[in-house]
């Protein structure tokens, strides 16, 4: 069995005793929470390596923990992968703004979730062990790779961890114009069920975070009819 920790977040005990199956013969340990509280107790306590989160809980929903998570800073790169029944692109979109790294619709094939776990977490490593030159820069904006810390003019921002891949693939190639498909394949290892809307609510939120003026992005520009590129202020 590997060390990863995967917490599986669901009211529903068959789901609950589906997914550790699968994800037990796959060879992660698994923790359990029914509810939102203890979800939330059991991360801070126990810092899972992923959270499998459903949204529709009986006390804290699915968005209120991930909004959370994210604002805390000991905890905001934790991999989240919602899990839920609700299936229209705006209740994706919300729960990737927020700060979801990926979103399986329900009823899905567990295979499928496993895969999307191994791929998220193969990622996570592969980070941990880069080899090639760990500081990438452009304008005042600074990435250390092995430390996971992005510095803007001297101060840290909080990245999630979708966030992080997705600003290292585009500090690495500077000026590549990437399509939102290169952009998740390359940085996420995944085609988030090909909604190319899902790479627009992390850029959306990377700007946020980075640039000085939204209505004008110097770091991340739009190419029109294409997709993103890294530039650098003037």
């Known amino acids: 069995m590997t060390h990863e ?3 599986v977040v669901d009211d529903d005990h068959a789901v609950v005793r589906l997914m550790r199956a699968y994800l037990q013969s796959a060879e992660y340990e698994v923790l359990v929470a029914y509810n939102g509280k203890t979800a939330l107790h059991t991360i801070r306590r126990e810092r899972p390596d992923l959270v499998l989160l459903d949204l529709m809980l009986p006390d804290l929903d699915g968005w ?14 934790l991999p989240i992968i919602m899990v839920t029944a609700r299936v229209t692109d705006v209740d994706k979109i919300l729960g990737l703004e927020l700060g979801a790294d990926d979103y399986v619709t329900k009823p899905y094939n567990p295979r499928e979730v496993v895969a999307r776990v191994r791929a998220r977490l193969r990622i ?10 760990l500081r990438l820069h452009v304008g005042e904006l600074i990435m250390d790779v092995d430390l996971r810390r992005v510095m803007l003019a001297g101060n840290e921002i909080e990245l999630t961890a ?16 990437w399509t939102r498909g290169e952009l ?6 995944s085609d988030f069920d090909g909604i190319d809307r899902t790479v627009d609510s992390h850029i959306r939120n990377l700007r946020r975070k980075i640039e000085p003026d939204l209505k004008r992005p110097t770091y991340i520009q739009t190419v029109y009819g294409v997709g993103y590129r890294l530039g650098a202020p003037v």
């Open 5 to 7: 920790r995967i917490l």
């Open 162 to 177: 979708t966030e992080f891949d997705l600003l290292r693939v585009l500090l690495q190639h500077p000026g590549y114009v």
């Open 184 to 189: 998740i394949r390359t940085a996420l290892g």
């Open 64 to 77: 209120e923990i991930t909004r959370t998570v994210r604002s805390d800073p000991y905890l905001a790169t």
């Open 124 to 133: 996570q490593r592969d980070m941990q062990h880069l080899t090639h030159p």
